[in-house]
C-alpha cells in the first residue's frame, strides 16, 4: 500500500539559511499534518492543511510557513534557520470526513541539522 | 485542553515475557486514543486505535490496549514480548471536536521498551 512521502530524508543547512520540506500524502487524502520532534522529544503539532486551507496550527515559529497544493502536497518553508530547529519533521496525512480527521498516517520523517 | 501522560519513561522486559505500558489521558470530549511505535531512526507505525467503539482493541504484532473511562486510562500490553519489539511507544490522544480542530495529536513523553534476552 502507498504510504507518506516525504523528501528530502535528510538535510543539512547553516544558520540564517532556508530549507523546504516537501510531503506527498496518501493518495485520496485529504488533510496533511505537520510534526516536529527534537531530540529525545515526543512530537509537536505544527500545523495542518484539510482541502489545501489551513485547518488548525499548533507551536509554529513565525519564521516557518506551511501551505497544501492542489495536489494534495505540502511544502513547509522554514527561514532564517537556528540551531535549535535541527529535528525530526514528520508529515501525516488523513481522510477528514464530516470536519473530524481520521487516523494519520506518518511518513519516514526528514531529519533536519542546522549548524 | 487534551492530554497524555505515560507513567513510564522506560520499561525493561525479558523476552517472552508480558509487557505492559501505562497511559492516562485527559479530554474534554469523547476521545480517540492512539497507540504509535517508534523504532530507532524510523518513523512513527500506527500499532492501534480506540474509537469508541470495543473498549478492548487489537492491534498489530500481538498488542491489545483497553480504554478504561472510568480510570481514564489506555494501557498497552501484549502477553509475550519478542526482542523486535524493543522501540519508543507513544500513547497519543486526538480530540474529535470537529470545526476548529480536524483531529491534530498530542503525543505522551514516550515509553523505551527493552527487551532483554
Known amino acids: 500500500a502507498a504510504g507518506v512521502i516525504q523528501s528530502p530524508r535528510h538535510l543539512i543547512k547553516e544558520k540564517r539559511e532556508t530549507a523546504t520540506l516537501k510531503c506527498y500524502p496518501i493518495p485520496r487524502h485529504d488533510t496533511v499534518y505537520w510534526y516536529q520532534q527534537g531530540p529525545g522529544q515526543d512530537p509537536q503539532f505544527l500545523i495542518s492543511f484539510y482541502e489545501k486551507m489551513q485547518s488548525d496550527k499548533g507551536s509554529i515559529p513565525d519564521r516557518f510557513s506551511a501551505q497544501q497544493f492542489s495536489d494534495y502536497h505540502s511544502e513547509l518553508n522554514m527561514s532564517s534557520l537556528e540551531l535549535g530547529d535541527s529535528a525530526l519533521y514528520f508529515c501525516a496525512s488523513s481522510i477528514t470526513l464530516a470536519g473530524y480527521g481520521d487516523t494519520q498516517y506518518f511518513g519516514p520523517g526528514t531529519r533536519l541539522t542546522v549548524l | ?117
Open chain 2, 1 to 117: 485542553a487534551q492530554s497524555v501522560t505515560q507513567l513510564d519513561s522506560h520499561v525493561s522486559v525479558s523476552e517472552g515475557t508480558p509487557v505492559l505500558l501505562r497511559c492516562n489521558y485527559s479530554s474534554s470530549y469523547s476521545p480517540s486514543l492512539f497507540w504509535y511505535v517508534q523504532h530507532p531512526n524510523k518513523g512513527l507505525q500506527l500499532l492501534l486505535k480506540y474509537t469508541s467503539a470495543a473498549t478492548l482493541v487489537k492491534g498489530i504484532n500481538g498488542f491489545e490496549a483497553e480504554f478504561k473511562k472510568s480510570e481514564t486510562s489506555f494501557h498497552l500490553t501484549k502477553p509475550s514480548a519478542h526482542m523486535s519489539d524493543a522501540a519508543e511507544y507513544f500513547c497519543v490522544v486526538s480530540d474529535l471536536t470537529g470545526g476548529t480542530s480536524y483531529g491534530k495529536l498530542t503525543f505522551g513523553q514516550g515509553t523505551i521498551l527493552t527487551v532483554h534476552p
